[in-house]
């Protein structure tokens, strides 16, 4: 049975005192969720917010790490580093990184490779931008960015393996894919998976959405068979709207 998941992504928000004020919130008013339950947070809050949610239901992400192992790389984050932190999750792959940092297929395959290596989960973006939805390229789109950075990857490696599935048009845009239209997609990467990994890989696999997702759609989506969960941006900044799409898994 795959795991259903609401995982945050705080992106460049929060200092370290507001972070941490957060996720003591998030530990008070989030218990016994139907769900797993991930928040990503900037790399200067991870250990602090380890220590916080230490023994609660929440599990910590980075949002992002180096696709170097170690050296002279002044300002880089290594996979091992974010792992001595606490933290069990890294996303990677996320548009924002694709498009503002030039992170290429090659680079996030390192990424990964670094990220298993070191004990960390995975959780990957994939996702297509408006002009190549309207050029009904979506699903072509999605599937080199597997194949371009993650199918390499053994069985066993794999099960280390959360997608997100991110319309990159429905970002921050408030506009939000249809639950069929994200159903629709979200079966097709699964129809991926099961080609590279098998019908049982596929159907363990965890597919999250992401694109303004908020309480009051997420009932509608996770309604749906291959919506596994959602990756949250800004509504993962207020501990009463992350709450209200964690309960949509009531």
């Given at each position: ?22 996720a003591k919130e998030l530990t008070e008013v989030v218990k016994n969720p139907n769900c797993g339950v991930i928040i990503g947070t900037p790399f200067i809050h991870l250990a602090s917010v380890a220590d916080v949610i230490k023994g609660s239901c929440i599990e910590l992400s980075a949002e992002n790490c180096a696709d170097k192992a170690s050296g002279a790389y002044t300002g880089e984050v290594s996979a091992e580093m974010v792992k001595s932190t606490g933290a ?163």
């Amino acid at each position: 049975m795959r795991k259903k998941i609401v995982a945050g992504n705080w992106k460049m928000n929060k200092n370290l005192q507001e972070g941490i004020a957060l996720a003591k919130e998030l530990t008070e008013v989030v218990k016994n969720p139907n769900c797993g339950v991930i928040i990503g947070t900037p790399f200067i809050h991870l250990a602090s917010v380890a220590d916080v949610i230490k023994g609660s239901c929440i599990e910590l992400s980075a949002e992002n790490c180096a696709d170097k192992a170690s050296g002279a790389y002044t300002g880089e984050v290594s996979a091992e580093m974010v792992k001595s932190t606490g933290a069990q999750y890294v996303i990677l792959g996320h548009s924002e990184r694709r498009e503002y940092y030039h992170e290429t297929p090659e680079i996030l395959k390192e990424k990964v490779e670094l990220a298993l290596a070191n004990g960390l989960k995975v959780i990957f973006c994939i996702g297509e931008s408006l002009a190549e939805r309207e050029a009904n390229k979506q699903n072509e789109v999605v599937k080199a960015e597997l194949a371009g950075s993650v199918f390499h990857l053994s069985a066993e490696q794999w099960k280390n393996i959360i997608i997100a599935y991110e319309p990159i048009w429905a970002i921050g845009t408030g506009k939000t894919a249809t639950a069929e239209q994200a159903e629709e997609i979200h079966a097709y990467i699964r129809s991926c998976v099961a080609e590279v990994y098998g019908a049982q890989a596929a159907d363990d696999t965890t597919i999250l959405y992401g694109g303004s997702c908020k309480a009051s759609n997420a009932p509608e989506l996770f309604a749906k068979p291959d919506i596994d969960g959602g990756l949250i941006g800004g509504a993962s900044l207020k501990a009463a709207d992350f709450k209200g799409i964690i309960d949509a898994w009531g």
